[in-house]
């Protein structure tokens, strides 16, 4: 049977395949560690957020792959723990985790359950993983009451930070109107950050797009003012907001 025949996803068990090689032949694979992989987990994301920003879809695919790489580099290094560590998985583990979740999580799809359009799809989707961590919570001794934050990653960035506490806390029913600026440090951002959700905006991407304009203005500036034989880093400011006007033609 040749390849274009099979199955989507067949080439995934060759990737396994390869990965598992490399943990053994490898002496720089085979000695990460998921602390060492971390960073690398991380920069795979941007460059592939970066590919979707330029609008580049060829090169993609190859930016996922490194994503996903990291996914089955992680799955190897834990499917070399010893049986019965719980803290061993395998890469079927971990599809099997993502499976169970969203089918658990789409009752509309996989169950019985009828929805009017995509808010209702929310409010089960929050009560869904809501029910979930309270059952987490009694699972480690806890009692069961958990906040309607819980399970927001703080290490994100800030403004993704702050956009994903207030959607969790409205959506949950908290009142719209009390995100805001609390006057201290870093209030207006995060009442910016209210405004553009409020607008079904996502302030993330927006503000990337705002970076990438102002970075893309600067860099026409300077290629003006080297047209004319000047130095950018020699400009006065005078200087400056004359080529800077001229991007705005």
Not at 77 to 86: L, S
Not at 219 to 239: F, H, T
Request: hydrophobic share 40%.
């Amino acid at each position: 049977m040749t390849d274009d025949v099979r199955a989507p996803g067949h080439r995934v068990l060759r990737l396994v395949e390869v990965m598992e090689t490399l943990r053994r032949e490898c002496p720089w694979d085979g000695s990460q560690t998921h602390e060492s992989l971390a960073k690398y987990l991380i920069q795979e994301s941007y460059e592939t957020l970066e590919t979707i920003e330029e609008g580049d879809h060829a090169l993609l695919r190859e930016e996922l792959g490194d994503v996903l790489l990291q996914v089955v580099f992680h799955a190897a290094i834990g499917a070399e723990r010893p049986e019965g560590d719980p803290a061993r998985f395998t890469v079927d583990d971990v599809a099997d985790a993502i499976i169970d979740k969203m089918t658990r999580r789409h009752p509309h799809v996989f169950g019985g359950v009828e929805v009017s359009g995509t808010d209702e799809v929310w409010s089960n989707w929050e009560a869904i993983k809501a029910a979930e961590r309270a059952e987490k919570a009694k699972a480690e001794g806890g009692s069961g009451e958990v906040s309607v934050l819980d399970g927001v990653p703080f290490a994100q960035p800030a403004v993704l930070l702050a956009y994903e506490l207030q959607k969790r806390a409205v959506r949950n029913g908290f009142p719209a109107d009390l995100v805001g600026d609390d006057g201290a440090e870093g209030g207006e951002l995060f009442a910016a950050v209210a405004v553009e959700r409020d607008q079904g905006r996502d302030p993330e991407t927006d503000l990337r797009l705002a970076a990438r304009r102002f970075d893309g203005r600067v860099r026409a500036a300077e290629e003006a003012a080297r047209a004319d034989g000047r130095e950018p880093r020699g400009l006065s400011v005078q200087e400056w907001r004359g080529y800077w006007s001229k991007t705005d033609e």
